[in-house]
């Protein structure tokens, strides 16, 4: 029954995926008094890459090609260990704590910056550079916050994080928590490519992700692309299962209890987005310099869970 469980954690998240930021580009049309594209965007995009022929440059090695498939690999194992819609580990569950997830991330994120080297492209090149500049300040924030976290529940499993917060109003209403909250929510912003760290445009001042798929074309770059909406699904995800609103995930096996606990899910992320949303239409791009200022913030609330724990000894 887990493994069933798996597979249709598995499906939830690749399909629902690109549906939730089509969602959040039509929602921030509106806010501008535009039409905007539908909804389904992402699924029209993604089909018609596929069907396109893919056109890779002459000067790369291999490991260009195989990159976008190995990192949507590596995003798909991630949907299969990380609590999207069950509060107890399914069949995968406990392969990789919090650190293991991390660090998936991590060699997902370092493979596409070598694979945008090796294309060649200066654009590309560009955006690996910006994206390791901030990669080096923003992973040990998120190492932080996990630690927090961990020192919490006394965990660095997600599942048990998730119960503790879920049954212990003391900790949810915690400064440590809620430190921890803010500051993952401004890690969340820099690793979903929103402002006021990037934007999505073509121009060079808001490029960084965008840049080093600069030269992906066809099926590469629709696995590129579906693994983007993948990493920032199972990151909003877990920002809302595990830090900000771990409440109604199923906490023992009952068919009824996750189905139902799907659209629930659904509409927690439809509330993420609606922030995430009012919040990129609300601020200015930051100069690309200044994106270090907001980082240095996160680490301050990072920085402040700290303190609020030990200050208090840990007594809430």
């Given at each position: 029954m887990r493994i069933?469980?798996?597979?249709?954690?598995?499906?939830y998240v690749l399909l629902l995926s690109p549906l939730i930021f089509g969602i959040l580009a039509k929602f921030e049309?509106?806010?501008?008094?535009?039409?905007?594209?539908?909804?389904?965007?992402?699924?029209?995009?993604?089909?018609?890459?596929?069907?396109?022929?893919?056109?890779?440059?002459?000067?790369?090695?291999?490991?260009?090609?195989?990159?976008?498939?190995?990192?949507?690999?590596?995003?798909?194992?991630?949907?299969?260990?990380?609590?999207?819609?069950?509060?107890?580990?399914?069949?995968?569950?406990?392969?990789?704590?919090?650190?293991?997830?991390?660090?998936t991330f991590g060699a997902a994120a370092l493979l596409k910056k070598i694979a945008s080297l090796d294309s060649r492209s200066n654009y590309s090149h560009l955006g690996a550079s910006r994206a390791a500049s901030m990669g080096a300040l923003s992973e040990p924030i998120t190492v932080l916050i996990f630690i927090m976290l961990g020192v919490i529940s006394k965990t660095n499993n997600p599942y048990i994080i998730n119960n503790v917060l879920q049954t212990s109003s003391s900790w949810y209403l915690s400064l440590t928590h809620w430190f921890v909250a803010a500051a993952f929510f401004m890690v969340l912003l820099i690793e979903t490519g929103k402002l006021p760290i990037e934007h999505s445009t073509t121009t060079e001042v808001g490029m960084i992700d965008q840049a080093m798929d600069m030269e992906y074309s066809g099926a590469d770059l629709a696995f590129s692309e579906w693994g983007g909406y993948v990493k920032k699904f199972l990151l909003m995800s877990v920002f809302i299962n595990v830090y900000t609103v771990p409440f109604f995930v199923p906490m023992k096996y009952d068919l009824g209890a996750i189905l139902l606990y799907m659209i629930i899910h659904f509409l927690k992320l439809m509330g993420l987005v609606f922030i995430i949303g009012l919040f990129e239409e609300s601020v200015s791009k930051f100069r690309f310099f200044k994106n270090f200022d907001y980082i240095a913030i996160s680490f301050s609330l990072a920085f402040l869970s700290f303190l609020a724990f030990y200050t208090t000894k840990g007594s809430f």
């Open positions: 069933a469980l798996s597979v249709l954690q598995l499906l049309e509106r806010i501008e008094s535009k039409k905007g594209p539908s909804v389904f965007q992402p699924y029209h995009t993604l089909l018609k890459l596929f069907k396109k022929q893919s056109v890779i440059p002459e000067s790369s090695s291999p490991l260009f090609h195989m990159t976008p498939y190995v990192t949507f690999t590596l995003y798909t194992f991630l949907t299969l260990v990380l609590p999207m819609i069950t509060a107890f580990p399914l069949e995968f569950g406990p392969t990789v704590d919090f650190i293991g997830g991390g660090l």
